[in-house]
Protein backbone atom coordinates (compact mmCIF):
# COMPACT_ATOMS: atom_id res chain seq x y z
CA UNK A 1 0.00 0.00 0.00
CA UNK A 2 3.08 2.31 0.14
CA UNK A 3 2.45 3.87 -3.54
CA UNK A 4 4.17 6.78 -4.72
CA UNK A 5 4.06 10.31 -3.18
CA UNK A 6 0.93 12.66 -3.85
CA UNK A 7 2.39 15.67 -2.75
CA UNK A 8 1.32 19.04 -4.68
CA UNK A 9 4.70 21.22 -5.05
CA UNK A 10 4.82 24.66 -6.38
CA UNK A 11 2.16 27.56 -6.11
CA UNK A 12 -0.84 24.84 -6.58
CA UNK A 13 0.68 23.50 -2.59
CA UNK A 14 0.06 27.11 -1.12
CA UNK A 15 -3.86 27.85 -2.62
CA UNK A 16 -6.35 28.77 0.00
CA UNK A 17 -8.46 26.34 1.56
CA UNK A 18 -8.76 23.31 2.56
CA UNK A 19 -6.19 20.30 1.12
CA UNK A 20 -5.94 16.66 2.10
CA UNK A 21 -2.89 15.95 3.94
CA UNK A 22 -1.19 13.64 2.01
CA UNK A 23 -1.19 15.82 -0.87
CA UNK A 24 0.52 18.89 1.77
CA UNK A 25 3.44 16.78 1.79
CA UNK A 26 3.56 14.63 4.76
CA UNK A 27 3.01 11.51 3.11
CA UNK A 28 6.49 10.77 1.13
CA UNK A 29 6.89 7.10 0.59
CA UNK A 30 9.80 7.83 -0.94
CA UNK A 31 11.63 9.70 2.12
CA UNK A 32 14.48 7.69 3.47
CA UNK A 33 14.85 8.60 7.36
CA UNK A 34 18.29 10.54 7.85
CA UNK A 35 20.50 9.16 10.90
CA UNK A 36 19.74 12.39 12.95
CA UNK A 37 15.70 12.06 12.44
CA UNK A 38 13.70 11.04 15.37
CA UNK A 39 11.20 8.50 14.12
CA UNK A 40 8.21 7.68 15.67
CA UNK A 41 5.81 4.15 14.80
CA UNK A 42 1.98 4.49 15.20
CA UNK A 43 -0.58 2.47 15.33
CA UNK A 44 -3.29 4.34 13.58
CA UNK A 45 -7.66 2.99 13.60
CA UNK A 46 -9.12 5.83 10.91
CA UNK A 47 -12.54 6.00 11.38
CA UNK A 48 -14.79 3.84 9.02
CA UNK A 49 -14.18 5.01 5.32
CA UNK A 50 -11.15 7.35 6.11
CA UNK A 51 -7.93 5.91 3.57
CA UNK A 52 -5.06 4.88 6.17
CA UNK A 53 -2.23 6.46 4.24
CA UNK A 54 -4.70 10.33 4.43
CA UNK A 55 -5.20 8.90 8.40
CA UNK A 56 -1.10 8.48 8.54
CA UNK A 57 -0.45 11.64 6.65
CA UNK A 58 -2.96 13.52 8.98
CA UNK A 59 -0.91 12.35 12.43
CA UNK A 60 2.22 13.79 10.71
CA UNK A 61 1.02 16.49 9.79
CA UNK A 62 -0.61 17.68 13.22
CA UNK A 63 2.33 16.40 15.49
CA UNK A 64 4.41 18.40 13.11
CA UNK A 65 3.83 21.90 11.48
CA UNK A 66 0.19 20.90 9.92
CA UNK A 67 -3.48 22.94 10.68
CA UNK A 68 -6.74 21.88 9.29
CA UNK A 69 -6.54 24.33 6.41
CA UNK A 70 -3.39 25.50 3.89
CA UNK A 71 -2.04 28.70 5.57
CA UNK A 72 0.32 30.87 3.63
CA UNK A 73 2.76 31.53 6.68
CA UNK A 74 4.45 28.20 5.71
CA UNK A 75 6.27 30.22 2.68
CA UNK A 76 7.88 32.24 5.66
CA UNK A 77 9.82 28.94 6.51
CA UNK A 78 11.85 25.72 5.47
CA UNK A 79 8.47 24.12 5.63
CA UNK A 80 9.94 20.56 3.82
CA UNK A 81 12.27 20.38 6.70
CA UNK A 82 10.08 21.10 9.27
CA UNK A 83 7.30 18.71 8.00
CA UNK A 84 7.06 15.38 9.76
CA UNK A 85 6.94 12.92 7.04
CA UNK A 86 5.05 9.87 6.76
CA UNK A 87 7.02 7.35 5.01
CA UNK A 88 5.74 4.10 5.13
CA UNK A 89 2.02 2.25 6.50
CA UNK A 90 1.61 -1.42 7.17
CA UNK A 91 -1.66 -3.10 8.10
CA UNK A 92 -1.27 -4.33 11.23
CA UNK A 93 -1.22 -8.26 11.40
CA UNK A 94 -3.91 -9.62 12.30
CA UNK A 95 -6.28 -6.30 13.43
CA UNK A 96 -8.31 -5.49 10.95
CA UNK A 97 -8.57 -1.64 10.72
CA UNK A 98 -5.53 -1.07 12.27
CA UNK A 99 -2.04 0.39 10.57
CA UNK A 100 1.52 1.34 11.19
CA UNK A 101 2.54 4.40 10.59
CA UNK A 102 6.18 5.15 10.50
CA UNK A 103 6.81 8.80 10.67
CA UNK A 104 10.17 10.83 10.44
CA UNK A 105 10.70 14.36 12.17
CA UNK A 106 13.81 16.38 11.40
CA UNK A 107 16.33 17.22 14.70
CA UNK A 108 15.46 20.83 14.49
CA UNK A 109 11.81 20.19 15.96
CA UNK A 110 13.12 19.44 19.16
CA UNK A 111 14.53 21.08 21.90
CA UNK A 112 17.41 19.44 23.62
CA UNK A 113 17.42 17.49 26.40
CA UNK A 114 13.39 17.99 26.89
CA UNK A 115 10.84 14.86 27.47
CA UNK A 116 8.57 17.72 27.87
CA UNK A 117 9.06 19.05 24.38
CA UNK A 118 9.40 15.74 22.77
CA UNK A 119 6.56 14.45 24.16
CA UNK A 120 4.21 17.72 23.58
CA UNK A 121 5.39 17.88 20.21
CA UNK A 122 4.74 13.73 19.62
CA UNK A 123 1.37 13.10 21.81
CA UNK A 124 0.74 16.85 22.41
CA UNK A 125 -2.06 17.32 19.66
CA UNK A 126 -2.68 14.30 17.53
CA UNK A 127 -4.64 11.90 19.94
CA UNK A 128 -8.23 13.56 19.88
CA UNK A 129 -7.92 13.92 16.06
CA UNK A 130 -11.27 13.33 15.08
CA UNK A 131 -10.90 11.07 11.82
CA UNK A 132 -8.80 8.43 13.97
CA UNK A 133 -10.89 5.96 15.98
CA UNK A 134 -7.95 5.71 18.33
CA UNK A 135 -3.91 5.80 17.92
CA UNK A 136 -1.40 4.54 19.57
CA UNK A 137 2.61 5.16 19.61
CA UNK A 138 4.03 2.40 20.00
CA UNK A 139 7.77 3.11 19.71
CA UNK A 140 10.40 5.90 18.96
CA UNK A 141 13.91 5.67 17.38
CA UNK A 142 15.77 8.61 18.88
CA UNK A 143 19.05 9.46 17.32
CA UNK A 144 22.14 9.70 18.95
CA UNK A 145 22.36 13.29 18.02
CA UNK A 146 19.11 13.76 20.47
CA UNK A 147 20.40 11.03 23.29
CA UNK A 148 23.92 12.75 23.89
CA UNK A 149 21.63 15.83 24.49
CA UNK A 150 20.20 14.08 28.11
CA UNK A 151 21.97 13.07 31.13
CA UNK A 152 20.33 9.76 31.66
CA UNK A 153 20.04 7.70 34.52
CA UNK A 154 21.74 9.84 37.34
CA UNK A 155 23.77 7.15 38.67
CA UNK A 156 23.14 3.98 36.40
CA UNK A 157 23.48 0.13 36.85
CA UNK A 158 26.81 0.14 37.13
CA UNK A 159 27.39 2.77 39.70
CA UNK A 160 24.54 1.60 41.80
CA UNK A 161 26.08 -1.74 42.03
CA UNK A 162 29.38 -0.23 42.87
CA UNK A 163 27.79 2.19 45.72
CA UNK A 164 25.57 -0.14 47.29
CA UNK A 165 29.10 -3.06 47.01
CA UNK A 166 26.40 -5.46 45.58
CA UNK A 167 27.28 -7.60 42.32
CA UNK A 168 26.60 -10.57 40.71
CA UNK A 169 23.00 -11.27 42.00
CA UNK A 170 19.56 -9.36 41.69
CA UNK A 171 18.94 -6.98 44.21
CA UNK A 172 16.14 -7.85 46.86
CA UNK A 173 13.61 -5.00 48.17
CA UNK A 174 10.10 -4.72 49.67
CA UNK A 175 7.00 -2.27 49.62
CA UNK A 176 5.55 -1.57 53.02
CA UNK A 177 2.48 -2.98 53.74
CA UNK A 178 -0.21 -1.91 54.67
CA UNK A 179 0.66 1.27 51.93
CA UNK A 180 -1.44 3.26 54.27
CA UNK A 181 -2.06 3.99 57.73
CA UNK A 182 1.30 3.31 59.65
CA UNK A 183 2.78 5.44 62.20
CA UNK A 184 6.19 6.51 61.33
CA UNK A 185 7.54 4.32 64.44
CA UNK A 186 5.67 1.62 63.14
CA UNK A 187 6.64 1.81 59.30
CA UNK A 188 10.51 2.14 60.29
CA UNK A 189 10.00 -1.13 62.33
CA UNK A 190 8.74 -2.84 59.14
CA UNK A 191 11.80 -1.06 57.39
CA UNK A 192 14.23 -2.66 60.10
CA UNK A 193 12.65 -6.53 60.03
CA UNK A 194 12.77 -6.23 55.87
CA UNK A 195 16.40 -5.27 55.41
CA UNK A 196 17.71 -7.25 58.44
CA UNK A 197 16.53 -10.04 57.50
CA UNK A 198 18.47 -10.12 53.96
CA UNK A 199 16.83 -7.39 51.99
CA UNK A 200 19.29 -4.58 50.44
CA UNK A 201 16.30 -2.45 50.00
CA UNK A 202 12.53 -1.31 51.34
CA UNK A 203 10.37 1.18 49.76
CA UNK A 204 7.91 3.15 50.37
CA UNK A 205 4.64 3.08 48.13
CA UNK A 206 3.64 5.40 45.55
CA UNK A 207 0.93 7.26 47.59
CA UNK A 208 3.05 7.54 50.77
CA UNK A 209 3.78 11.25 50.84
CA UNK A 210 3.00 13.14 53.75
CA UNK A 211 -0.37 12.04 55.15
CA UNK A 212 -2.30 12.53 58.54
CA UNK A 213 -1.28 9.23 59.79
CA UNK A 214 2.82 9.39 59.25
CA UNK A 215 4.16 13.06 57.86
CA UNK A 216 7.08 12.61 55.42
CA UNK A 217 9.63 13.88 58.52
CA UNK A 218 8.77 11.04 61.32
CA UNK A 219 8.58 8.49 58.02
CA UNK A 220 12.21 9.81 56.69
CA UNK A 221 13.70 9.88 60.35
CA UNK A 222 12.51 6.15 61.78
CA UNK A 223 13.23 4.89 58.35
CA UNK A 224 17.32 6.19 58.95
CA UNK A 225 17.52 4.83 62.01
CA UNK A 226 15.80 1.18 60.37
CA UNK A 227 18.55 1.12 57.66
CA UNK A 228 21.48 2.26 59.83
CA UNK A 229 20.38 -0.60 62.42
CA UNK A 230 20.47 -3.06 59.76
CA UNK A 231 23.30 -2.30 58.28
CA UNK A 232 25.14 -2.29 61.42
CA UNK A 233 23.50 -5.66 62.06
CA UNK A 234 24.42 -7.01 58.63
CA UNK A 235 27.38 -5.54 57.81
CA UNK A 236 25.74 -4.36 54.25
CA UNK A 237 24.97 -1.46 52.84
CA UNK A 238 20.91 -0.97 52.90
CA UNK A 239 18.89 1.48 51.31
CA UNK A 240 15.37 2.45 51.47
CA UNK A 241 13.39 4.58 48.33
CA UNK A 242 12.12 7.45 50.62
CA UNK A 243 9.08 9.09 48.39
CA UNK A 244 9.54 12.86 48.33
CA UNK A 245 6.66 12.91 45.92
CA UNK A 246 5.34 16.14 46.77
CA UNK A 247 2.46 18.77 45.88
CA UNK A 248 5.12 21.73 44.70
CA UNK A 249 9.02 20.82 42.93
CA UNK A 250 9.84 23.34 46.62
CA UNK A 251 8.11 20.74 49.00
CA UNK A 252 10.35 17.76 46.48
CA UNK A 253 13.43 19.42 46.59
CA UNK A 254 13.07 20.08 50.75
CA UNK A 255 12.45 16.62 51.33
CA UNK A 256 15.29 15.20 49.29
CA UNK A 257 17.44 17.58 50.84
CA UNK A 258 16.50 16.17 54.42
CA UNK A 259 16.99 12.74 53.24
CA UNK A 260 20.44 13.57 51.87
CA UNK A 261 21.27 15.11 55.07
CA UNK A 262 20.11 11.58 56.79
CA UNK A 263 22.35 9.74 54.79
CA UNK A 264 19.94 8.04 52.92
CA UNK A 265 21.45 6.44 49.60
CA UNK A 266 17.92 6.38 47.44
CA UNK A 267 15.14 8.63 47.29
CA UNK A 268 11.90 7.63 45.14
CA UNK A 269 9.38 9.95 42.74
CA UNK A 270 6.51 9.14 41.12
CA UNK A 271 6.00 9.20 37.36
CA UNK A 272 3.09 11.47 38.00
CA UNK A 273 4.92 14.23 38.82
CA UNK A 274 4.98 14.94 35.23
CA UNK A 275 8.38 14.97 33.08
CA UNK A 276 10.17 18.11 33.86
CA UNK A 277 9.54 17.03 37.62
CA UNK A 278 11.35 14.21 36.85
CA UNK A 279 14.20 15.23 35.00
CA UNK A 280 14.84 18.14 37.61
CA UNK A 281 14.85 15.59 39.65
CA UNK A 282 17.57 13.59 38.13
CA UNK A 283 19.34 16.48 37.92
CA UNK A 284 19.12 17.03 41.75
CA UNK A 285 19.78 12.76 42.27
CA UNK A 286 23.57 13.33 39.85
CA UNK A 287 24.75 16.10 42.07
CA UNK A 288 23.82 14.97 45.49
CA UNK A 289 24.95 11.44 44.44
CA UNK A 290 21.29 9.59 45.14
CA UNK A 291 20.03 6.92 43.49
CA UNK A 292 16.72 7.61 42.29
CA UNK A 293 14.18 5.28 42.49
CA UNK A 294 10.88 5.98 39.82
CA UNK A 295 7.82 4.08 40.44
CA UNK A 296 5.44 4.18 37.17
CA UNK A 297 2.37 5.71 39.43
CA UNK A 298 -0.77 6.10 36.76
CA UNK A 299 1.04 4.53 33.44
CA UNK A 300 -1.51 1.89 32.94
CA UNK A 301 -4.11 4.71 32.11
CA UNK A 302 -2.65 4.85 28.97
CA UNK A 303 -0.09 2.12 28.21
CA UNK A 304 -1.93 -1.16 28.83
CA UNK A 305 -5.14 -1.02 25.84
CA UNK A 306 -3.41 -1.91 22.44
CA UNK A 307 -5.09 0.62 20.55
CA UNK A 308 -4.71 3.83 22.05
CA UNK A 309 -2.41 5.03 24.31
CA UNK A 310 1.47 5.61 24.66
CA UNK A 311 3.22 1.72 24.59
CA UNK A 312 5.15 1.72 28.20
CA UNK A 313 8.43 1.07 25.71
CA UNK A 314 8.33 4.27 24.93
CA UNK A 315 7.83 5.62 28.43
CA UNK A 316 10.49 3.51 29.22
CA UNK A 317 12.37 4.98 26.37
CA UNK A 318 11.72 9.01 27.85
CA UNK A 319 12.68 7.68 31.57
CA UNK A 320 15.93 6.66 30.39
CA UNK A 321 16.99 10.00 28.78
CA UNK A 322 14.95 11.61 31.33
CA UNK A 323 17.68 10.42 34.19
CA UNK A 324 15.89 7.88 36.57
CA UNK A 325 17.92 4.97 38.30
CA UNK A 326 15.31 2.72 38.76
CA UNK A 327 11.89 1.88 36.99
CA UNK A 328 9.20 -0.52 37.54
CA UNK A 329 9.42 -2.35 34.26
CA UNK A 330 7.06 -5.47 34.86
CA UNK A 331 7.33 -8.95 36.64
CA UNK A 332 5.59 -11.24 34.24
CA UNK A 333 4.47 -13.87 36.32
CA UNK A 334 3.54 -11.31 39.04
CA UNK A 335 -0.17 -9.99 39.57
CA UNK A 336 -0.19 -6.94 37.13
CA UNK A 337 -0.23 -6.39 33.31
CA UNK A 338 2.82 -8.23 31.51
CA UNK A 339 3.11 -10.39 28.52
CA UNK A 340 6.58 -11.97 28.68
CA UNK A 341 8.16 -11.05 25.67
CA UNK A 342 6.76 -7.15 25.50
CA UNK A 343 8.68 -7.18 29.29
CA UNK A 344 11.64 -8.72 27.60
CA UNK A 345 11.31 -5.61 25.06
CA UNK A 346 11.05 -3.18 28.22
CA UNK A 347 13.99 -4.60 30.01
CA UNK A 348 16.30 -4.64 27.10
CA UNK A 349 15.40 -1.11 26.75
CA UNK A 350 16.44 -0.25 30.12
CA UNK A 351 19.38 -2.21 30.11
CA UNK A 352 21.00 -2.70 26.88
CA UNK A 353 23.82 -0.40 25.00
CA UNK A 354 22.45 -0.95 21.78
CA UNK A 355 18.72 -2.23 21.56
CA UNK A 356 18.57 -4.64 18.00
CA UNK A 357 15.18 -4.35 16.23
CA UNK A 358 13.12 -7.20 17.71
CA UNK A 359 9.81 -7.45 16.45
CA UNK A 360 8.62 -10.81 18.42
CA UNK A 361 9.50 -8.39 21.65
CA UNK A 362 7.77 -5.40 20.27
CA UNK A 363 11.23 -3.39 20.24
CA UNK A 364 10.62 -1.83 16.04
CA UNK A 365 14.00 -0.55 15.80
CA UNK A 366 17.40 -0.77 16.15
CA UNK A 367 18.64 2.34 19.19
CA UNK A 368 21.70 3.13 20.06
CA UNK A 369 21.99 4.48 23.25
CA UNK A 370 25.19 5.90 23.06
CA UNK A 371 26.51 4.79 26.20
CA UNK A 372 23.99 6.31 28.61
CA UNK A 373 24.04 4.69 31.23
CA UNK A 374 21.99 1.68 31.95
CA UNK A 375 18.43 1.49 33.61
CA UNK A 376 17.71 -0.53 36.41
CA UNK A 377 14.33 -2.12 36.12
CA UNK A 378 12.53 -3.05 38.99
CA UNK A 379 10.14 -6.21 39.06
CA UNK A 380 7.19 -5.96 41.83
CA UNK A 381 3.19 -6.95 42.36
CA UNK A 382 2.65 -10.16 43.47
CA UNK A 383 5.52 -12.19 43.57
CA UNK A 384 7.20 -14.77 45.87
CA UNK A 385 10.47 -17.19 46.57
CA UNK A 386 8.55 -19.87 44.91
CA UNK A 387 8.73 -18.43 41.52
CA UNK A 388 12.64 -17.29 42.36
CA UNK A 389 13.65 -19.78 38.77
CA UNK A 390 11.17 -18.42 36.64
CA UNK A 391 11.42 -14.59 37.70
CA UNK A 392 15.49 -15.05 37.03
CA UNK A 393 15.01 -16.47 33.70
CA UNK A 394 12.82 -13.79 32.70
CA UNK A 395 13.96 -10.95 33.89
CA UNK A 396 17.76 -12.13 34.35
CA UNK A 397 20.53 -10.62 37.32
CA UNK A 398 19.89 -6.85 36.80
CA UNK A 399 17.00 -5.96 38.25
CA UNK A 400 15.45 -5.47 41.54
CA UNK A 401 13.24 -8.27 42.68
CA UNK A 402 10.48 -6.88 45.27
CA UNK A 403 8.71 -9.16 47.35
CA UNK A 404 6.35 -6.71 49.26
CA UNK A 405 3.40 -9.58 50.28
CA UNK A 406 6.02 -11.98 49.97
CA UNK A 407 8.45 -10.63 52.33
CA UNK A 408 5.45 -9.26 55.30
CA UNK A 409 3.01 -11.63 54.82
CA UNK A 410 5.24 -14.63 55.96
CA UNK A 411 3.54 -16.66 58.40
CA UNK A 412 7.01 -16.43 60.65
CA UNK A 413 7.54 -12.11 60.18
CA UNK A 414 9.03 -9.86 58.75
CA UNK A 415 12.70 -10.68 59.00
CA UNK A 416 11.98 -14.69 58.12
CA UNK A 417 9.87 -13.74 55.05
CA UNK A 418 13.58 -11.60 53.95
CA UNK A 419 15.75 -14.33 54.83
CA UNK A 420 13.69 -16.98 52.50
CA UNK A 421 13.39 -14.65 49.57
CA UNK A 422 17.39 -14.16 49.78
CA UNK A 423 18.30 -17.51 50.12
CA UNK A 424 15.94 -18.61 47.61
CA UNK A 425 17.51 -15.82 45.47
CA UNK A 426 21.59 -17.56 46.27
CA UNK A 427 20.57 -20.84 46.24
CA UNK A 428 18.96 -19.97 43.00
CA UNK A 429 22.20 -18.02 41.09
CA UNK A 430 24.62 -20.57 42.63
CA UNK A 431 22.68 -22.76 40.64
CA UNK A 432 22.40 -20.97 37.73
CA UNK A 433 26.40 -20.08 37.77
CA UNK A 434 27.45 -24.02 37.95
CA UNK A 435 25.55 -24.76 35.08
CA UNK A 436 22.51 -26.37 36.31
CA UNK A 437 18.73 -26.27 34.56
CA UNK A 438 17.65 -23.72 37.33
CA UNK A 439 14.21 -23.11 35.30
CA UNK A 440 13.09 -26.65 35.23
CA UNK A 441 15.29 -28.04 38.47
CA UNK A 442 14.45 -24.49 40.47
CA UNK A 443 11.45 -26.05 42.27
CA UNK A 444 14.03 -29.00 43.48
CA UNK A 445 16.89 -26.19 43.86
CA UNK A 446 14.45 -24.09 46.35
CA UNK A 447 13.33 -27.18 48.31
CA UNK A 448 17.12 -28.34 48.79
CA UNK A 449 18.04 -24.29 50.08
CA UNK A 450 14.48 -24.86 52.21
CA UNK A 451 16.49 -27.99 53.76
CA UNK A 452 18.86 -25.74 55.86
CA UNK A 453 16.39 -22.51 56.00
CA UNK A 454 12.83 -22.95 57.89
CA UNK A 455 11.86 -20.02 56.87
CA UNK A 456 12.47 -20.89 52.97
CA UNK A 457 10.87 -23.93 53.56
CA UNK A 458 7.65 -22.11 55.46
CA UNK A 459 7.10 -19.49 52.26
CA UNK A 460 7.25 -22.43 49.59
CA UNK A 461 4.59 -23.61 51.78
CA UNK A 462 2.45 -20.84 52.28
CA UNK A 463 2.34 -19.38 48.59
CA UNK A 464 2.96 -22.76 46.45
CA UNK A 465 -0.06 -22.03 44.68
CA UNK A 466 -0.19 -19.06 43.42
CA UNK A 467 -0.07 -17.88 40.09
CA UNK A 468 -1.70 -14.90 38.24
CA UNK A 469 -2.30 -16.73 34.81
CA UNK A 470 -4.97 -13.94 32.86
CA UNK A 471 -4.34 -13.04 29.23
CA UNK A 472 -2.02 -10.19 28.77
CA UNK A 473 -3.76 -6.80 27.07
CA UNK A 474 -0.70 -5.78 25.35
CA UNK A 475 1.04 -8.46 23.37
CA UNK A 476 3.86 -8.08 20.25
CA UNK A 477 2.23 -7.66 17.10
CA UNK A 478 4.42 -9.73 15.35
CA UNK A 479 5.22 -14.06 15.81
CA UNK A 480 8.66 -14.20 16.51
CA UNK A 481 9.56 -15.39 13.04
CA UNK A 482 8.30 -12.33 11.61
CA UNK A 483 11.05 -9.76 9.97
CA UNK A 484 10.64 -6.23 8.32
CA UNK A 485 13.32 -5.06 6.08
CA UNK A 486 13.92 -1.30 7.57
CA UNK B 1 26.84 -11.92 63.65
CA UNK B 2 27.21 -13.28 59.71
CA UNK B 3 29.01 -10.38 58.04
CA UNK B 4 26.62 -11.16 54.91
CA UNK B 5 28.52 -8.94 51.59
CA UNK B 6 29.30 -10.97 49.20
CA UNK B 7 26.67 -12.94 46.66
CA UNK B 8 26.39 -16.57 48.83
CA UNK B 9 26.59 -15.26 52.03
CA UNK B 10 23.23 -16.30 53.44
CA UNK B 11 24.31 -19.57 52.08
CA UNK B 12 26.30 -22.30 54.29
CA UNK B 13 29.94 -21.68 53.49
CA UNK B 14 30.55 -22.77 50.13
CA UNK B 15 32.97 -25.86 49.64
CA UNK B 16 36.30 -25.12 47.74
CA UNK B 17 34.55 -27.32 45.27
CA UNK B 18 31.62 -25.07 44.95
CA UNK B 19 34.04 -22.10 44.95
CA UNK B 20 35.70 -23.51 42.38
CA UNK B 21 32.47 -24.15 40.03
CA UNK B 22 31.59 -20.21 40.85
CA UNK B 23 35.64 -19.76 39.71
CA UNK B 24 35.11 -21.71 36.85
CA UNK B 25 31.99 -19.35 35.90
CA UNK B 26 34.05 -16.43 36.12
CA UNK B 27 37.14 -17.33 34.02
CA UNK B 28 34.25 -18.84 30.85
CA UNK B 29 32.74 -15.57 30.70
CA UNK B 30 36.16 -14.10 30.22
CA UNK B 31 36.26 -12.26 33.88
CA UNK B 32 39.65 -11.66 35.77
CA UNK B 33 39.16 -13.23 39.40
CA UNK B 34 41.22 -11.26 42.12
CA UNK B 35 41.67 -12.63 45.58
CA UNK B 36 40.98 -10.18 48.35
CA UNK B 37 41.05 -10.10 52.34
CA UNK B 38 40.57 -7.75 55.31
CA UNK B 39 40.30 -7.52 58.60
CA UNK B 40 38.16 -4.54 58.26
CA UNK B 41 34.43 -5.63 57.16
CA UNK B 42 32.88 -2.34 57.26
CA UNK B 43 30.35 -2.29 54.62
CA UNK B 44 32.04 1.03 53.24
CA UNK B 45 35.22 -0.33 52.79
CA UNK B 46 35.65 -0.30 49.16
CA UNK B 47 39.39 -1.34 49.00
CA UNK B 48 40.14 -4.73 50.52
CA UNK B 49 43.95 -5.69 50.24
CA UNK B 50 44.77 -7.60 46.89
CA UNK B 51 46.48 -11.03 46.96
CA UNK B 52 48.36 -10.45 44.08
CA UNK B 53 47.06 -8.87 40.92
CA UNK B 54 43.85 -10.28 39.33
CA UNK B 55 44.56 -13.24 37.69
CA UNK B 56 43.64 -12.59 33.51
CA UNK B 57 44.66 -14.78 30.87
CA UNK B 58 43.31 -17.59 33.18
CA UNK B 59 41.06 -20.50 32.11
CA UNK B 60 41.30 -23.21 34.72
CA UNK B 61 39.70 -22.40 38.52
CA UNK B 62 42.63 -24.82 39.71
CA UNK B 63 45.31 -22.05 39.78
CA UNK B 64 42.69 -19.76 41.27
CA UNK B 65 41.73 -22.47 44.01
CA UNK B 66 45.60 -22.83 44.51
CA UNK B 67 46.36 -19.35 45.49
CA UNK B 68 43.17 -18.91 47.47
CA UNK B 69 44.80 -21.70 49.46
CA UNK B 70 47.95 -19.72 49.85
CA UNK B 71 46.31 -17.11 50.87
CA UNK B 72 43.97 -19.05 53.55
CA UNK B 73 47.69 -19.81 54.58
CA UNK B 74 48.75 -16.22 55.57
CA UNK B 75 45.59 -14.62 56.22
CA UNK B 76 43.45 -17.65 57.19
CA UNK B 77 42.15 -15.62 60.05
CA UNK B 78 40.56 -12.89 57.93
CA UNK B 79 37.87 -12.35 55.21
CA UNK B 80 38.71 -13.13 52.45
CA UNK B 81 36.78 -12.82 48.92
CA UNK B 82 36.70 -13.83 45.56
CA UNK B 83 35.94 -10.68 43.01
CA UNK B 84 35.70 -11.00 39.36
CA UNK B 85 35.85 -7.85 36.82
CA UNK B 86 34.89 -7.78 33.66
CA UNK B 87 36.45 -5.04 31.18
CA UNK B 88 33.99 -5.22 28.58
CA UNK B 89 32.67 -1.58 27.65
CA UNK B 90 29.45 -0.67 29.84
CA UNK B 91 30.50 -2.71 32.74
CA UNK B 92 34.33 -2.16 33.59
CA UNK B 93 33.38 -3.34 36.92
CA UNK B 94 32.82 -6.22 39.33
CA UNK B 95 30.56 -8.79 38.03
CA UNK B 96 30.30 -10.69 40.73
CA UNK B 97 31.92 -11.06 44.41
CA UNK B 98 31.80 -13.54 47.19
CA UNK B 99 33.07 -14.31 50.57
CA UNK B 100 35.44 -17.77 50.84
CA UNK B 101 36.89 -17.42 54.40
CA UNK B 102 36.16 -15.49 57.61
CA UNK B 103 37.70 -15.43 60.84
CA UNK B 104 36.33 -17.96 63.27
CA UNK B 105 34.92 -15.30 65.53
CA UNK B 106 32.62 -12.33 64.11
CA UNK B 107 32.44 -9.73 66.41
CA UNK B 108 30.07 -7.45 63.75
CA UNK B 109 29.56 -3.96 64.32
CA UNK B 110 28.76 -1.39 66.68
CA UNK B 111 25.96 1.35 65.55
CA UNK B 112 27.00 4.92 67.82
CA UNK B 113 24.23 7.34 67.48
CA UNK B 114 25.32 10.67 67.42
CA UNK B 115 22.18 13.06 68.78
CA UNK B 116 22.40 16.03 66.55
CA UNK B 117 19.75 19.28 65.64
CA UNK B 118 16.79 18.52 66.54
CA UNK B 119 15.15 14.97 66.13
CA UNK B 120 18.27 14.43 63.50
CA UNK B 121 20.73 11.41 64.83
CA UNK B 122 24.37 10.77 63.10
CA UNK B 123 24.76 7.58 62.58
CA UNK B 124 28.25 5.80 62.74
CA UNK B 125 28.88 1.87 62.05
CA UNK B 126 31.59 0.44 64.20
CA UNK B 127 33.36 -2.49 63.53
CA UNK B 128 34.51 -3.51 66.86
CA UNK B 129 37.52 -5.25 65.29
CA UNK B 130 39.18 -2.07 64.36
CA UNK B 131 39.95 -1.39 67.94
CA UNK B 132 42.66 -3.09 67.78
CA UNK B 133 45.62 -2.80 65.30
CA UNK B 134 45.81 -4.16 62.21
CA UNK B 135 46.53 -7.94 62.07
CA UNK B 136 45.66 -8.60 65.85
CA UNK B 137 41.48 -8.38 65.04
CA UNK B 138 40.15 -11.82 65.34
CA UNK B 139 41.93 -14.46 67.56
CA UNK B 140 45.19 -14.62 69.17
CA UNK B 141 47.45 -14.44 65.85
Known sequence: MNEQSMTVRGKDRYKSGVMEYKKMGYWEPDYEPKDTDIIALFRVTPQDGVDPIEASAAVAGESSTATWTVVWTDRLTAAEKYRAKCYRVDPVPNSPGQYFAYIAYDLDLFENGSIANLSASIIGNVFGFKPLKALRLEDMRLPVAYVKTFQGPATGIVVERERMDKFGRPLLGATVKPKLGLSGRNYGRVVYEALKGGLDFTKDDENINSQPFMHWRERFLYCMEAVNKAQAASGEIKGTYLNVTAGTMEDMYERAEFAKELGSVVIMIDLVIGYTAIQSMAKWARRNDMILHLHRAGHSTYTRQRNHGVSFRVIAKWMRLAGVDHIHAGTVVGKLEGDPATTRGYYDICREDFNRMQLEHGVFFDQNWASLNKLMPVASGGIHAGQMHQLLDHLGEDVVLQFGGGTIGHPMGIQAGATANRVALEAMILARNEGRDYLHEGPEILAKAAQTCTPLKSALEVWKDVTFNYESTDMPDYAPTASVSM | ?141
Open chain 2, 1 to 141: MRVTQGCFSFLPDLTDEQISRQVQYCLGKGWAVNIEFTDDPHPRNNFWEMWGLPMFDLHDAAGVLMELNECRKVYGDRYIRMSAFDSSHGWESVRLSFIVNRPKQEPGFRLDRHEANGRNIRYTTKSYAVDRPEGMRYGDK
